[in-house]
């Protein structure tokens, strides 16, 4: 199977790589800057941005699945993840690849959250206004694609080791978990790659 990975030289992205490469399966690369990834056997690094949709064609032609483990900038890069998964849905559409894991937040339907107290509803979403924005215009633009997407909600993200031992439930994370480590977010899109799990669905992911 043939990976294309947007974000690939971040924590999440990262860890995805160097499973897809370890697996066996040859990787295509998106970087703004290809040298922060090591060169690797079954590795193809293109330059450009996530924004950049001739990038981004660039990087999933070929491609079997697509991974987009791209995160929430904010005020540094208002629009990032909705442009991004524009540009990625039409390059899919273009090249016939029907398999996309994107990795979203939690946080951003945090006010439905039944598991969660009014008082953090009534903070996060301030806070993190423009972030959550950016992620459901993102669900919004690939739910509405004929693709074979899941959406990984994560909760709290940390730099832990992984365990492969946590809990998933659909569209909001399971009562009591509040974090997972990036490493377990990409253990978890290794899974749905590898069984087709959790199609057209937006699991949440946490301790």
């Given amino acids: 199977m043939q990976i294309a990975i947007l974000g690939g030289t971040g924590g999440i992205g990262g860890h995805v790589l160097s499973w897809a490469l370890d697996a066996g399966h040859p990787v295509r690369a998106l970087a703004r800057s290809p040298q922060a990834l090591a060169p690797a056997p079954g590795l193809t690094v293109i330059r450009g941005d996530a924004l950049d949709a001739d990038a981004v064609a660039e990087v999933i032609d070929g491609a079997d699945a697509v991974v987009s483990a791209l995160g929430p900038r904010g005020a540094k890069a208002p629009g990032l993840l909705a ?46 206004a423009k972030q959550f924005a950016d992620t459901r ?58 069984d087709d799990g959790w199609v057209r669905a937006a699991p949440a992911l946490a301790y």
């Fill in 137 to 194: 215009q993102m669900e919004d633009v690939i739910r509405a694609a004929d693709l074979d997407w899941t959406l990984a909600r994560a909760s709290r993200l940390t730099n832990r080791p992984g365990t492969g031992r946590y809990r998933v439930s659909p569209d909001y994370p399971p009562g009591g978990g509040w974090k997972i480590s990036r490493a377990d977010v990409a253990h978890f899109i290794a899974a749905v790659l590898a």
């Fill in 83 to 128: 442009g991004a998964a524009a540009n990625t849905v039409a390059a899919m559409q273009k090249t016939g690849a029907r398999r996309l894991v994107c990795v979203s937040a939690a946080g951003a339907y945090i006010t439905g959250d039944p598991h969660t107290n009014w008082l953090v509803k009534a903070i996060l979403p301030r806070v993190l």
